[in-house]
């Protein structure tokens, strides 16, 4: 299993990190005391556990049992159980800065009776071994959100594109539109097979049917340029941060040429290394 501990000053954020954490395929547990951590690892990695990826976000808002933190990480290391730290971090004034603009009180102001900028200093000594102990130290003073998740994608994937799940699907326009797509391209200009008798109960998974539609130059000339399209969006896309991306592919019935496209979409980006996954919403009606 791998494990990762997350940590880091209130406002550099965490939040957004666990977002995107949860988008790579990790497991994550928010707000885990120290002291359960040992036990949580103990439950995940019995026999039959379907977690291979789990991240733990422990910080200054466990209060008094947030010092046990050393304590408990040290046991790990004695016990040979291997984990990373991530340790999210930014400049006092910009952490002071966040908490004004969207007037959260920070953890420690309550518990300590103490103003932000005390909280916030307070906070980085409380947190100065962990931080020196981090894997990984991402400061976010500068840094969107995107960014943030892009950074993300490298440490933990190594390639950005990985960070995006793309669904490519087929639908038929008279059975409604697709609602939930991000892009939507319509093929009910191409040659459509339902009026070829014997081709009319087939579907675009058939090769007879890819090979009429694909037959015609007006298809290959479509195809061709949706291809140059969707690989020059879909790299800006993970570049963006974006973690779905549905592509969908319309045809009068959703059966016939909107299938065949929605395949080769999706041998296309299979190929180049994308995450993908194909989807016929209508083929099976009449």
């Known amino acids: 299993m791998e494990l990762l501990i997350v940590t880091g000053m209130s406002g550099a954020g965490k939040s957004q990190a666990v977002h995107a954490l949860e ?32 991240a733990m976000i422990t910080d200054v808002r466990g209060g008094a049992l947030f010092q046990d933190v050393s304590r408990v990480l040290q046991e790990l290391r004695e016990h040979n159980v291997s984990f990373k730290i991530l340790f999210l971090d930014a400049t006092d004034e910009v952490l002071i800065r966040r ?69 490519c699907m087929s639908f038929g326009f008279k059975y409604g539109a697709a609602t939930e797509a991000d892009l939507v391209f319509d093929v009910r200009c191409l040659p459509n097979p339902y009026y070829i008798d014997e081709l009319r109960p087939l579907t675009g998974l058939d090769d007879a049917i890819q090979e009429y539609v694909m037959d015609s130059e007006v298809s290959k000339g479509y195809m061709e340029r949706l291809m140059s399209l969707i690989d020059f969006c879909v790299p800006l896309y993970c570049n963006e941060g974006k973690s779905q991306l549905v592509v969908a592919i319309g045809c009068t019935g959703g059966k016939h040429r909107s299938v065949t496209f929605a395949e080769l979409i999706y041998k296309h980006l299979k190929d180049k290394g994308y995450r993908v996954s194909v989807n016929h919403r209508d083929i099976s009606k009449a």
């Open 99 to 167: 908490y004004k603009e969207n007037r959260r009180r920070h953890p420690l102001c309550d518990t300590q009776n103490v103003s932000i900028a005390q909280a916030v200093r307070r906070e980085r000594e409380l947190l100065r071994v962990l931080r020196d102990q981090a894997d990984f130290v991402l400061d976010t003073s500068q840094t969107s959100i995107a960014q943030l998740k892009q950074n993300l994608f490298n440490i933990f994937l190594g390639d950005i594109s990985q960070g995006l799940n793309i669904q």
């Open 23 to 54: 988008d790579i395929g990790f497991y994550c547990v928010d707000n885990i005391p120290p002291m359960l951590i040992r036990p949580f690892v103990d439950l995940s990695s019995r026999g039959g556990s379907e977690l291979e990826k789990v």
